[in-house]
């Protein structure tokens, strides 16, 4: 019998949490996800995604149905990223003049952008989604950075706080399952 989780109503990152929790007391299966919003239903396909789920969406009444089929052929083991993981928690380097850390904040993505080594991941949190929305200094940095490989992802919660989420410019928005995710799983955590 098939499993539904009626997640309407939850905030992130509850959505992804109790489907995570389902698939991780089964070996193999089967559930539907229904949400009730964009935002938990592109968390809920990126989980499906990540794990190497099967997962179909379909909507009705503004109402999405996220059909994730699990087989035992997947391996649930944590894959350790060797590459760096960069949090971003504001829209300045450093305490002190904020002028100062605007400059510093341009100038680190610049270099970075310009640099061999780089991230797997810039993770956007509270002013740090400043960053990524249309009108800031660093977008052209970004962008680059985006090229070259390097995922960028803002907090959603972070965007709805500013107004900010229909100003994304660059990247996916994610929320903060994802984001202890990607901390746990990455061998070097670089907090800004």
Do not use: W
Request: neutral net charge; glycine residues 6%.
């Amino acid at each position: 019998m098939e499993k539904i989780i009626d997640c309407s109503g939850l905030k992130c990152p509850e959505p992804v949490i109790r489907t995570k929790h389902f698939f991780d007391s089964i070996e193999q299966g089967e559930a539907t996800i229904i949400v009730d919003n964009d935002v938990a239903k592109n968390n809920i396909s990126k989980f499906s995604k990540n794990n190497g789920f099967k997962y179909s969406i379909s909507s009705k009444n503004n109402m999405f149905y996220i059909k994730i089929i699990k087989d035992n052929c997947q391996c649930d083991s944590i894959k350790t990223n060797e590459k760096p993981l960069i949090v971003i928690s504001s829209d300045k380097l450093g305490n002190g003049n904020d002028e100062l850390g605007i400059t510093l904040m341009k100038s680190y993505l610049y270099a970075l952008s310009e640099n061999d080594t780089l991230p797997s991941d810039l993770i956007f949190l509270n002013g740090g989604v400043k960053l990524t929305s249309h009108g800031s200094e660093c977008l052209k940095s970004i962008l680059s950075l985006k090229d070259k490989g390097v995922n960028i992802l803002s907090c959603g919660t972070c965007l709805d706080f500013y107004n900010l989420k229909d100003k994304l410019a660059v990247g996916e928005i994610t929320n903060m399952y994802t984001i202890a995710e990607k901390m746990n799983s990455a061998s070097n955590t670089i907090k800004l």
